[in-house]
């Protein structure tokens, strides 16, 4: 289980859920796509300018064409329902 976060402050909008990991965890673009299949908020036309990635994080600063920036933050370290 994992918690992602969307949060574009200039339009003011700040989305938390909750979502399960993708068939391809080593992959960070299945885990973007499971993003936002979650929170279909996140903007499919931003290009990514920074991707960071650790043991229990994934971190992507989003731009707009207009220099707009958003993040999408995904916590890998949420256990599962009934799990300790």
């Known amino acids: ?9 200039i339009n003011n909008v700040c989305i938390t859920r909750k979502m399960a990991a993708p068939k391809k965890v080593e992959r960070v673009e299945y885990w973007f796509k499971a993003a936002r299949k979650v929170i279909p908020e996140i903007p499919g036309t931003y290009q990514s300018r920074t991707t960071q990635v650790t043991g229990k994080w994934i971190t992507w600063e989003l731009e707009s064409p207009r220099g707009e920036r958003c ?4 916590d890998r370290s949420i256990p599962a329902i009934g799990a300790n």
């Open 1 to 9: 289980m994992a918690l992602v976060q969307f949060k574009d402050e």
């Open 71 to 74: 993040y999408v933050v995904i």
